[in-house]
């Protein structure tokens, strides 16, 4: 099998009007690929102090752990 070219990824993301890392995360929803609020999320990590940061992905870390042992 080939592998799919960095160049087919942004053609698609493209159509689909979303930055091309969405493409990237396995297993993810498309309703999740195409929902701004991963965008939004990302704005207000970038923008956070250090702290804020630090809680954000504390908080994902725990979340991920949560679903990893009930799933």
Not at 33 to 55: A, H
């Amino acid at each position: 099998m080939d592998s799919i070219t960095t160049e087919t990824i942004e053609k698609i993301a493209a159509y689909f009007k979303i930055e091309p890392y969405r493409l990237l995360i396995p297993n993810m929803p498309i309703e999740e690929l195409l929902d701004n609020k991963i965008e939004q999320i990302i704005k207000c990590y970038t923008k956070s102090v250090e702290e804020g940061r630090e809680n954000i992905k504390r908080i994902a870390e725990m979340e991920a752990r949560y679903n990893l042992s009930s799933g």
